[in-house]
């Protein structure tokens, strides 16, 4: 628009210049000079709008940053706190209440504040622990007799055992037992699982032995066999067993054991947690109901070897059997 409006004043001047001479030039060299300054002036005043709106931009940054500051600040110690970097974190916590004492988060820095000296010193317990038991190996490694799985199902071990029987389906005064072959043992125990689950499927348990090099090998699972019936009859199928029925009692007591060969050394008795054994019915099998590895699932076995530093990080030590 302003283009076309040079181009009609130019016109205007050459009119001019034809019907007046002289004094029509210089009134053309006028407004040309007039037209030169206004551009310059428009340029000088977009060079000044362009700065104006950059410091306009510069100074909502400078107001966005300070307002979301506390909050970026606490998720960065969130983050830190998170992973485990507690000695990092500790620090930041004293320099956000200075600078932001009244943020909404303040009482949870403070609350962090205070824990954190203690999670700190836990952090370094549990670090000293894992060096001693990488130093030891797995024959210092500490058991834990009850754990509970990551579906709440809760498992508590007796004693374990190894011996030439495993027994197990206990009824009045007798038991069923499987008897190992020559130059093998059964490594067995009882235990008991509690679940709020009408249906829990039970954790895997496995036995492994250690070699001259201090990993875990020979990795085998342990079978899951009821403990005991109420009598023959439910053993038989045809009574109820309340129990030996989750939809009936939150506990069960199971006996488990494992055939391996017969050798001198650590047995490590261990688990991951991960439920894989489930309860199956087949009505002409003695007792009917049992359980067996869910097919669904993968199957459960470990690596064919395990360092000490790879068992800490995964499993947990239930008992720990020298022969």
């Not at 016109?11 to 019907?19: F, N, P, Y």
């Not at 709440?152 to 008897?179: A, E, M, V």
Request: aromatic fraction near 12%; include cysteine.
């Amino acid at each position: 628009m302003r283009n076309y409006f040079i181009y009609f004043i130019l016109a205007m001047s050459l009119c001019l210049i034809g019907c007046e001479g002289p004094q029509a030039k210089q009134e053309l060299e006028r407004l040309r000079a007039e037209i030169t300054q206004k551009d310059e002036q428009i340029v000088m005043l977009g060079k000044r709008l362009a700065t104006t709106e950059e410091e306009l931009a510069k100074a909502q940054k400078l107001i966005k940053d300070t307002l979301e500051a506390p909050e970026k600040r606490f998720q960065e110690i969130q983050a830190h706190i998170e992973a485990g970097h507690y000695d990092q974190a500790m620090p930041l916590l004293s320099n956000y209440l200075s600078e932001f004492p009244s943020s909404r988060h303040a009482t949870s820095v403070k609350e962090l504040q205070r824990k954190l000296p203690q999670l700190i010193a836990d952090q370094k317990k549990a670090a000293e622990e894992k060096a001693r038991i990488l130093r030891e190996g797995f024959k210092t490694i500490k058991v834990q007799s009850t754990f509970t799985c990551p579906n709440n199902t809760k498992i508590h071990c007796k004693k374990f055992q190894s011996g030439k029987k495993f027994i197990f389906d206990r009824r009045d005064s007798r038991y069923y037992y499987y008897t190992a072959d020559k130059n093998n043992i059964y490594i067995s125990a009882d235990i008991s699982v509690t679940s709020k689950d009408s249906n829990p499927l039970l954790p895997a348990i496995f036995v492994g032995k250690v070699n001259n090099e201090g990993k875990l090998t020979d990795i085998n699972i342990m079978q899951y066999m009821f403990y005991r019936w109420e009598s023959y009859a439910s053993y038989l199928g045809n009574e109820g067993d309340n129990g030996n029925d989750f939809s009936k009692t939150d506990t069960v007591l199971f006996s488990i054991g494992v055939e391996v060969q017969d050798k001198k050394g650590i047995y490590v008795i261990f688990t991951e947690g991960t439920p894989y054994f489930a309860r199956q019915y087949e009505q002409f099998k003695n007792p009917p109901v049992y359980y067996t590895l869910d097919p669904s699932q993968p199957f459960p076995i470990p690596e064919s070897s395990l360092s000490i530093e790879d068992f800490i990080a995964k499993y947990t030590a239930l008992a720990i059997i020298t022969r």
